[in-house]
């Protein structure tokens, strides 16, 4: 089933009264991984393709969930969703409870779930069904929740619940974006700029290098930690009251504290590309469209040399952009060992872009790419016909 046949039968059940549908987009991340858990800042935007639900109110003592994408029905009885399960359900059952922690009486619920993101691309389809389903149950039984605390409750689903040590980007960004604009977020005082994305003749192209390492998760608490040690180290010099607060290009000073070289690296990618953030978002801001080109090569040798997130994969993709003409910059995006990178490519060019990249990740690494243009227009809502 794809969008439009989903849409089409939905919407035709969709009453107001007991039936309803909502949308919450994925995300793309410009500039900034691997900075939010830090108190740090990112540049994300919502893109057109997300996740889409269908809430029926049930009599039943139960949550009837339907994954379409999978084909799979699983019904949770109301008295048991406090255990989680181990798989996608996980992400939906989370949110239930935070939202009952917020005052919603859990009540009989069918919910259908179906994605356009593809799945494991880095797009956060995870943090997607999760803001889909905290706006929808605010939405219905008008609980009067704020954004910023929906994003919230949705990122502790998935730290408590699910047991990823995720940060606050995903879910923010999906609960606050507009179409056409990323927000920088500043991800300690949980406040945002908008910022237009006029590329002027050029387009941002996904290439989902098709893999996922298994990795991702426990590597991805690994650095929580590591950043941890590399707080306290420093905190041994100085009060220093979240590592995102570290700015500056010239930061040798920081090097001399912290003496292990992998947690002195962890600790430079952190910097560096806090520090990226804000130039980034000032260019994409002025439409200097070249510059930001250069700072995405520059965040993503970062990602692979000093944090060591990227992949053979990322990396082949990366360099191939790199040496294509038209191509301004190209970067991974989002947690990384796999997934997309995000590239920045002149309009005219994209087509020769997309056959490069086909023929020489191939040739490299034996995969298959596929390459997509992002359309940034994605917004959280209720979808009312
Ligand atoms: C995942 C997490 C985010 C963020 C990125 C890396 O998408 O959910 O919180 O840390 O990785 O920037």
């Known amino acids: 089933m794809g969008t439009e046949q989903f849409l089409a039968k939905y919407k035709k059940q969709t009453n107001g009264s007991d039936r309803f549908l909502f949308f919450a987009p994925g995300r793309v991340n410009l500039m900034g991984d691997h900075t939010d858990y830090t108190g740090g800042y990112v540049l994300p935007a919502a893109i057109s393709k997300g996740t889409y639900l269908f809430v029926r109110l049930l009599p039943e003592n139960e949550i009837r969930l339907t994954s379409v ?15 989680p399960k181990g798989n996608w359900t996980d992400y939906t059952v989370g949110v239930l409870n935070e939202l009952g922690k917020k005052g919603w ?26 803001v889909v389903t905290a706006f929808a149950i605010n939405t219905i039984f008008k609980l009067s929740i704020s954004s910023k605390e929906l994003a919230l409750l949705s990122q502790k689903a998935e730290n408590d619940f699910v047991g990823v040590n995720c940060g606050i980007m995903d879910q923010y960004v999906i609960a606050f974006a507009k179409p056409h604009q990323a927000l920088m977020i500043d991800c300690h005082a949980l406040s945002h700029r908008e910022i237009p994305v006029q590329l002027k003749g050029y387009q941002f192209v996904a290439v989902n290098s098709n893999v996922k390492h298994a990795l991702v998760n426990s590597v991805y608490n690994q650095r929580v930690t590591e950043l ?11 009060e220093v009251p979240y590592l995102g607060s570290l700015l500056g290009e010239d930061n040798d000073w920081l090097d001399k504290l912290v003496e292990d070289p ?9 910097v560096n590309e806090n520090t990226r953030v804000q130039l980034a978002a000032d260019l994409l801001e002025q439409q200097k469209v070249v510059p930001f080109g250069k700072l995405m090569y520059d965040s993503h040798d970062s990602l692979a040399f000093d944090f060591e997130v990227s992949c053979k994969e990322l990396d082949t993709l990366v360099k191939i952009a790199s040496q294509t003409e038209g191509v301004a910059g190209a970067r991974m995006t989002g947690a990384g060992f796999g997934g997309c990178t995000l590239n920045l490519v002149k309009t005219e060019a994209v087509a020769d872009f997309q056959k490069k990249i086909m023929q020489n990740y191939q ?8 390459v997509f243009l992002l359309s940034l227009k994605g917004e959280t809502r209720e979808i009312t016909n």
């Open 69 to 83: 994408n999978l084909g799979e029905q699983i019904i949770i009885p109301l008295d048991e969703l406090s255990k």
């Open 105 to 130: 009486k859990k009540q009989g619920l069918e919910l259908v779930y179906f994605g356009d993101i593809p799945m494991n691309a880095g797009l956060s389809s995870s943090a997607s069904m999760e």
């Open 228 to 238: 941890q040690q590399v707080k306290e180290i420093i905190n041994g010099f100085f």
């Open 262 to 270: 992998l947690l002195k690296s962890r600790l430079r990618h952190v």
């Open 363 to 370: 040739k490299e690494t034996g995969l298959e790419a596929s």
